[in-house]
């Protein structure tokens, strides 16, 4: 025979050692609960990011930048962790993708003090 697969249904030679390997490997995914409960979360951030649009001394005060950018980046981590799976992913994958975006983040905020953006809503003034 050309190939010395065993007949479908018949385990192999190494059929105990895949099991094995992939038994070490399962995740836990989560439930229809907790996808409801994430979406429901973050419908309230984005309630909370659209009202903050609309209220006046909200959007006029220095604190509105900030925390919108909390907000966001809550929103962000949230999807990433639950829709990405990446919260049940291997720790490699998570550190390959949370060291870039630590970089970017900050990158991102330098350069809004270095244009004096984030620095004048936040009355900072050199």
């Known amino acids: ?4 697969h065993p007949p479908a249904g018949v385990p ?11 038994a070490g490997t ?16 973050l419908t309230v951030i984005t309630i909370v990011e659209v009202s903050a649009y ?17 907000m966001s980046g809550a ?7 639950f829709y990405m799976h990446l919260k049940y992913d291997h720790k ?5 993708f949370v060291g870039p975006l630590i970089i970017a ?6 350069l809004m003090f270095l244009f ?3 620095g004048a809503q936040l009355g900072i003034t050199p």
């Open 1 to 4: 025979m050309a190939h010395d």
């Open 12 to 22: 192999g030679p190494h059929a105990d050692h895949a099991a094995d390997a992939h």
């Open 26 to 41: 399962e995740h836990h995914h989560p439930g229809w609960k907790t996808y409801f409960l994430v979406g429901f979360i």
């Open 54 to 70: 609309y209220i006046k001394p909200w959007e006029e005060s220095r604190w509105y930048v900030p925390s919108m950018l909390i």
């Open 75 to 81: 929103k962000f981590i949230i999807v990433v962790m």
């Open 92 to 96: 490699l994958f998570r550190s390959l």
């Open 105 to 110: 983040t900050v990158t991102i905020i330098a």
């Open 116 to 118: 004096d953006q984030l």
